[in-house]
Structure formats: C-alpha cells, structure tokens
C-alpha cells in the first residue's frame, strides 16, 4: 500500500513567521509531487508542484524535495492569517496515473 | 468559465438507495478523478480515467461504479448506499495524467447516507 504521511496539526505561527509543513511518502518511484491549499467546506486549489530534487520557490512559497530520503516540504514566509488552511501533500504513485494524497496538515496563523 | 461542474451539491439517501453523482469539465481534459474525503482526512482515489471508454481503480473502490463516455463526463454511482459512503466527494481533471499540471477539482458533493 503506498503511502503519504503528513502531521495533521494544528500548526499554529504567528502571522509573519515562517511555516515549516512536512510529507513524506513511501513509493520511490513517484515522480511528482503536489501541494494543495484547501479552506474549510472548499476544494482543494494547487500551491505549487515540484519534481526535482532540491527547491522551487514561487513567491512567499518554497517546496523542497529530497528523493533520497523520501521527503518533500512547503515553506510558507511571511504567514499571513488567510494561509490559514489545511495543505495537503500529493504525489503521484511512479508509472501510473494515480495521485495520492496525505491526510493533511491544518495550519493556523495567528494575528 | 466552468472549469469542473459537480452536481448535486448536497444529498441526502437512505440505506440501500442508488444514486449517480455528474461530473463534467470543458477543458477538454484527458483525465479525470474521482476522490472522497472524510472528515479531517485527506482525499481517497476512488476511481480514475485515462481518456473516453478507459477507466481503473483508485484506493477504495468497492461500493462504486464510473463510466466514461465522453471526455467532458465521468459521472460515479452508488448502487446500494451504505452509511461508511457518506462523504464529501471531489471531482477532479487534468490535462495530463502524470505530468507536471496540476488537477483542478469541482466544489465537490456532500452525501450523508441515514
């Protein structure tokens, strides 16, 4: 059974501050790997998406992935109140079409 | 504008009852995914599709059934409702199955079996 494994939280940083959220996942075949943002009673939206090793940066946003320990992570800079949210961690299963996704981690940010 | 079109929004069955939940995108998408989320849990693949006529299994699929006719629908039924069914249900599509485009998801559908 492949697996992603994220800490539910809550996470709580107060506004400006960095948020550090965590996945890892066990297929060492996958080969993307997704972060969605998803508010209360709302669908999830894509954060960023990233595929190779080391770090991708989009704005306040930086996902970090290190295939060799099976490890991919989100930084959020500046926190704000309204990235208070679950984000859940994607990753494709390696040489399907399947994305499977962790349980989530809630993050509050405190004013 | 559309993007992902999930129908109905709320629901409610009874033990035993069959429905169908409609999903539509006009993005011209190949692929198209069925998840349910529990709550405070993340997203379970129930069923997913490739392309018109080609559809497989997700993480959980007993108790459902997909077509996919169409590009633009993937509609997913319940033929006996079972309370373990209710769930929020999410449709998704995306342009490629294994690349590096992200899904985009419908509002979703909450069903609640008594």
């Known amino acids: 059974q492949k697996e992603v494994e994220q800490n539910s939280g809550p996470l709580s940083v107060p506004e400006g501050a960095i948020a550090s959220l965590n996945c890892t996942y066990s297929?060492?075949?996958?080969?993307?790997f997704f972060w969605y943002r998803q508010y209360s009673g709302k669908s999830p939206e894509l954060i960023m998406f990233?595929?190779?090793?080391g770090d991708k940066e989009d704005g306040r946003f930086t996902a970090q992935l290190n295939k060799a320990s099976q490890y991919v992570s989100l930084l959020i800079r500046d926190s704000q109140p309204s990235d208070s949210a679950t984000y859940l961690c994607?990753?494709?299963?390696?040489?399907?079409?399947?994305?499977?996704f962790g349980t989530g981690t809630r993050l509050k940010v405190l004013a | 504008n559309a993007g992902v079109t999930q129908t109905p929004k709320f629901r409610i069955l009874k033990i035993g009852q069959s429905m169908t939940l409609q999903c539509t995108q006009d993005?011209?998408?190949?692929?198209m995914y069925w998840y349910r989320q529990d709550p405070g849990m993340g997203l379970k693949l129930i069923y997913y599709?490739?392309?018109?006529?080609?559809?497989d299994k997700g993480e959980v699929p007993n108790g459902y059934n997909v077509s996919r006719s169409t590009t633009e629908d993937f509609p997913l039924r319940l033929e006996l409702a079972a309370p373990s069914q209710t769930s929020v249900y999410f449709c998704?599509?995306?342009?490629?199955?294994?690349?590096?485009?992200?899904?985009?998801f419908g509002q979703g559908t909450r069903l609640t079996v008594v």
């Open positions: 599709s490739v392309g018109a006529g080609i559809t």
């Open positions: 297929d060492r075949g996958s080969q993307s």
């Open positions: 993005m011209n998408h190949n692929y």
């Open positions: 990233i595929y190779s090793n």
């Open positions: 994607a990753v494709n299963i390696g040489g399907t079409y399947k994305y499977i």
């Open positions: 998704a599509s995306s342009q490629s199955g294994t690349g590096n485009t992200e899904a985009f």
